[in-house]
């Protein structure tokens, strides 16, 4: 196990054992803040981009899973990072309100990643994507 495997399991598992979930999103922000050269990785054969809608995607990207929201609006496809721009919880998607919410501090945003609620200073992130042979690529720092 890499140095960065063993601090990610490290944080996890903190963060597990204290109930503190935001304690366990820590790895997810920590890699998604690091600098590298962008690479294009396959997230989502065709089958899973919703016509309409949202999808979670959950993908790998060395060895540690990585989840986005891909998101189809009107005719609009978009992909989002699932991380608040609180304090970097994992949002999830309320099917019923139709909006994602932030389990730590009550944040939410609508299904364009806009706030509407809680204290989120920004919207969700859209991520660099791309469309290849019918299925999404999406762009990570590695
Ligand atoms: S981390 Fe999401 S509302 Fe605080």
Redesign the pocket.
């Known amino acids: 196990m890499q140095r960065r495997e063993f601090l990610s399991w490290l944080l996890k598992s903190a963060g597990v054992a204290l109930g503190l979930e ?1 304690l366990a999103a820590l790895p997810y922000f920590y890699h998604s803040r690091k600098e590298g050269p962008l690479r294009y990785i396959m997230a989502a054969e065709e089958g899973k981009i919703p016509r309409r809608g949202v999808r979670q995607v959950d993908f790998s990207v060395a060895g540690m899973t990585r989840k986005i929201f891909i998101v189809r609006e009107e005719k609009e496809l978009f992909v989002l990072s699932p991380t ?1 721009s ?4 994992l ?1 999830s998607w309320n099917y019923l309100k139709q909006e994602f919410d ?1 389990p ?4 939410r945003y609508d299904i364009s990643g806009r706030v509407i609620g ?3 200073p920004k919207p969700l992130t859209r991520l660099p994507y791309e469309i290849k042979n019918g299925s999404l690529y999406v762009g990570v720092r590695a």
């Open positions: 935001g608040c609180h304090l970097g919880c949002v932030c730590c501090h009550g944040g809680g204290p989120p």
